[in-house]
C-alpha cells in the first residue's frame, strides 16, 4: 500500500511554539532549587542535591508536545483501502498530561474515530497526535477538542469522534482529595455531530458492545 504524503494545513496553525525567550536550564535548575526550599527541605543533602537537574530533564520530555506539530502527523494518508468507509476507531489509547492550573498529572485513556472520506491515516499517527496534545499543559476539554479538529481539519473525514476519560490529581491530591473519580468529555464533528445513532455506535464500540 502506497502512501500519500500531502501538506494539507500551515503547521502554524496547529503548532504552538514556545516563547521565543525559553529560559536556559541553568535557569530552570535555580527555579527548581527554589522549590525544593519551598517545600522545607535541604536541596543540598545528598538525595536532592541531583533533582534540578533530573526535573529540568524530565520537563523538556514531559512537554515536548509543544516543539511537535499533529499536523506533520497526519500528512501522510492512505488510499488504497479496498473501498473500505466505515468506521475506523482507536481506542483505549493512554496518555499522561498535567493540569495547566496546578501543573498536576492528568492521566487517562483516549478513544478516537473517524469515518474516513476515501483516505484513512496509520493506526499509531491517531496516538501520536493524543500525545503530542497530552505532552503540554491541558484542560481535559480544551484537549478534546484539539484532537477532534486537527483530525478533521488536516484528514477533512466525514466526521471525527473523541472521548477522554481520565483522572485528574488535583481532585485526587489536593483540594477535595477524591482520589479515583473520573472525568468523561466528548467532541463529535461531521455526521457524529449531526446523527445521534453514529454517536450511540462509537460509544457502544468503544464499551466493548456489539
Aim: charged share 25%.
Amino acid at each position: 500500500m502506497d502512501a500519500v504524503i500531502k501538506k494539507l494545513m500551515p503547521q502554524s496553525a496547529y503548532m504552538e511554539k514556545p516563547v521565543t525567550d525559553r529560559p536556559s536550564e541553568a535557569e530552570v535548575e535555580a527555579a527548581v532549587h527554589t522549590l525544593l526550599r519551598w517545600t522545607g527541605d535541604n536541596p543540598d543533602r545528598e538525595g536532592l542535591i541531583d533533582t534540578p537537574k533530573r526535573v529540568t530533564k524530565a520537563f523538556r520530555e514531559m512537554f515536548n508536545g509543544y516543539d511537535m506539530c499533529p499536523a506533520d502527523e497526519l500528512g501522510r494518508t492512505f488510499e488504497e483501502v479496498a473501498g473500505y468507509d466505515d468506521l475506523v476507531i482507536v481506542k483505549d489509547i493512554t496518555f499522561h498530561s498535567h493540569c495547566e492550573h496546578h501543573m498536576v498529572p492528568i492521566i487517562g485513556k483516549a478513544h478516537v474515530g473517524y469515518l474516513p472520506d476515501g483516505k484513512v491515516v496509520g493506526l499509531s499517527k491517531i496516538a501520536r497526535v493524543v500525545d503530542i496534545f497530552a505532552h503540554r499543559l491541558q484542560t481535559q476539554e480544551a484537549m478534546t477538542a484539539q484532537i477532534a479538529g486537527v483530525i478533521q481539519d488536516v484528514l477533512n473525514p466525514r466526521g471525527v469522534a473523541v472521548m477522554l476519560e481520565a483522572e485528574h490529581m488535583c481532585m485526587a491530591m489536593r483540594g477535595i482529595r477524591k482520589q479515583g473519580s473520573t472525568t468523561l468529555t466528548s467532541t463529535f464533528t461531521g455526521i457524529f455531530k449531526d446523527t445521534p445513532e453514529e454517536q450511540v455506535r462509537f460509544v457502544t464500540m468503544v464499551r466493548g458492545g456489539a
